[in-house]
């Protein structure tokens, strides 16, 4: 079982999907007052912080915002993927 990288697992279906998801995941997190919605988009912004403390302490406004962006495609791309490889090898051939 071999995986081609191609366009698709960078800019594919399936990462903008996985990107869209992470995206309502953190409006959520600051649009609503209901503590049960605003937990995954949390513990998303909780583990940037974690990693772009031990990396980059002390980054300003706008390279913070540049880098959770990143991060957030970033975790798209490898969720997509993951789900790309899992996809493709529980496929039923005949």
Known sequence: MSMRITRRNFIGRDV??????LIILELLMAGTSVHLLQIPGY???VAYDYAQNVW?????TALYIVGFALYLYVGAVVIANLYMGFRQATLHRK
């Open 56 to 60: 980059f302490p002390g980054l300003n």
């Open 16 to 21: 903008v999907i996985v990107l869209g998801v």
């Open 43 to 45: 513990l998303i912004l």
